[in-house]
């Protein structure tokens, strides 16, 4: 057990040090006690206060966009195919189409903006707590408005 309690610290140092110290990386959500950040396709939660790091999941060419809700109880990172919620340490992936970009609605609901490159490019709403993900509109309502997240991961890989 201590061998792995030392693992998990120097992978947090690492993590950490490469996305916040060594200015090296360029995919990370930052909240007042949790990071985000991604690296080699895979997203991590890093908690300031224990030094711990969550493994969220592997994305198919890194993941696009993804917030750390206002009060940190819950973080939703999504990619091309899937969304990846964890909800106070337990970890929930939904399988989806590419989305796009994200943005925290109220304190249990998230909009994300779905398939932005096609013909039924939509805006979608997760529900945290229940899980429940519906479309709400049809993209063209948000033309010429801003979308953008507080906190978006940036692109590339």
Known sequence: MRYFAALMCELFTNLYNAYFTLGGADKYIIGRNLRMVSQSENAYLLHLDTREVT?????????????????????????????????????????????????????????????????????????VATMELRETAHYTTFFNKEYLSKCTILSGS
């Open 55 to 127: 493994y969220l999941n592997w994305f198919y060419g890194n993941p696009t966009c993804g917030v750390i809700s206002d009060d940190e109880k819950w973080v939703v990172v999504a990619g091309d195919f899937e969304i990846t919620v964890w909800d106070e340490g337990v970890v929930t992936t939904i399988d989806t189409n590419p989305v796009f970009d994200i943005r925290q609605k109220d304190a249990f609901t998230v909009e994300l903006l779905v398939n932005i490159p096609y013909l039924d490019a939509a805006v979608w709403e997760l529900n």
